[in-house]
């Protein structure tokens, strides 16, 4: 009776087991079935793929362009500073020690090229600027502002070449550019920017070196006057002590001068009267003559003879170049943005990837309709 029922049962597990074994073999992917599927739809996938690629291709011509000019400097040398070194060789022989030189020159350069201010300084001035203001359509002050930021923040750029931080990072080569819609206007601007900022760097030179021959001068004008003062008071004094010297030797009848023979003489200190009253009224006389404390004292005459040399001091436009080109700016060959031909591969993979899993899907889909 048991093994009677027994078969049943176990024919029951064996056909249930199959199924399983049958709907996991359904689940499988069959990588060839849809290679072929693929291929089969091989011109829809084609299609779509050209589809999404001149849709790319026309974003990106319709994509502001983006071209950059470069250029590339280093501390000026010996040509480019050989006007103001001659310039600073002159001052130097009258004690005017400016601090003027070529690692100086370079960094007023490289701050002035960083400068904000500076920047949209040049730029407003650009005929590049007032363009783009007059392809807008009312421009309000605050877009004005934002097209400015825009530019001063991300077209002007200035690199160390070896990426240094530190407080030597502007020391060696420096890479400038100035990115612009087209090549022409990313080279102009860079060249007139370089050429502005020069511009303001000797500007910047010439009056600081004005400023300390002037405050050279006016200190060594004060200097001399307060000397000077300090003389005629020291010869004011020395004349009353003379006048009164004279008195005394005249009622001590002290005519000529006091001959001990040897032997030492005490002479009062304050008015002294061994000399005689005829020296001491021939001192007197030439000690009032001295009008003119310069004839008579070597270190007068010498700062009076500087300061007529600083007064003679008259800088001309400083002609020096604060840099040496290590690369001059170039006209762009090249577009840095968009990248057509990367667009265009993008787009044409996007629209490939889209393709192939839209046949896929619909494969799958009618597959599914068909097991139902």
């Known amino acids: 009776m048991n093994s009677k029922l027994s078969k049943p049962q176990s024919s029951e597990i064996d056909k249930g087991q199959f199924d399983d074994f049958y709907l996991k073999q359904n689940d499988e992917i069959d990588l060839f079935e849809l290679f072929s599927v693929i291929y089969k739809s091989k011109f829809v ?3 779509i793929t ?8 026309t974003v990106a011509s ?9 250029a590339a400097i280093t501390k000026p040398m010996l040509d480019e500073m050989k006007q103001l070194r001659a310039t600073l060789t002159e001052l130097s022989l009258v004690d005017v020690d400016t ?3 070529g690692s100086s020159v370079y960094q007023k350069f490289i701050n002035n090229y960083n400068s904000r201010v500076l920047r949209e300084e040049y730029l407003v001035s650009t005929d590049y600027y007032k363009s783009l203001i007059a392809k807008m359509e009312n421009p309000t002050p605050l877009d004005k502002r934002r097209l400015i930021e825009s530019i001063v923040t991300k077209d002007i750029n200035l690199k160390a070449s070896d990426d240094k931080k530190s407080e030597e990072e502007f020391s060696g080569e420096i890479n400038l550019s100035f990115t612009a819609p087209t090549s022409e206007e990313a080279y102009d601007l860079l060249s007139g920017y370089i050429r502005f900022i020069s511009t303001k760097v000797r500007m910047e030179v ?4 004005d400023d300390q021959i ?12 307060m000397d000077l003062e300090r003389i005629a008071n020291a010869r004011n004094v020395n004349v009353q002590r003379l006048k009164y010297a004279l008195e005394i030797a005249n009622a001590a009848g002290v005519k000529k001068p006091i001959s001990s023979e040897g032997a030492q003489i005490k002479d009062d200190p304050d008015y002294s009267i061994a000399m005689g009253a005829d020296a001491l009224s021939s001192k007197l006389a030439i000690t009032e003559a001295i009008t003119d404390p310069t004839t008579v004292s070597t270190d007068l005459k010498n700062r009076l003879y500087n300061m007529k040399q600083l007064e003679k001091v008259k ?5 020096f170049v604060p840099f040496k080109y290590m690369l001059k700016p170039y006209e762009p060959t090249k ?7 990367l667009i265009l591969v993008g787009a044409a993979f996007v629209g490939f990837i889209l393709s192939v899993m839209g046949v896929l899907l619909s494969y799958m889909a009618r597959s599914r309709r068909k097991t139902a």
């Open 214 to 225: 002037e405050r050279k001068l006016s200190f060594a004008q004060k200097a001399y006057e």
């Open 99 to 101: 601090g003027v030189n």
């Open 206 to 209: 010439k009056d600081e070196i």
């Open 335 to 341: 577009k840095d943005a968009p990248k057509r031909a």
């Open 315 to 319: 800088l001309d436009e400083l002609q």
């Open 62 to 70: 319709f994509l502001p362009q983006k071209w950059t000019s470069q």
């Open 45 to 47: 996938i084609i299609g």
């Open 50 to 57: 050209l589809l999404f690629a001149i849709v790319g291709f």
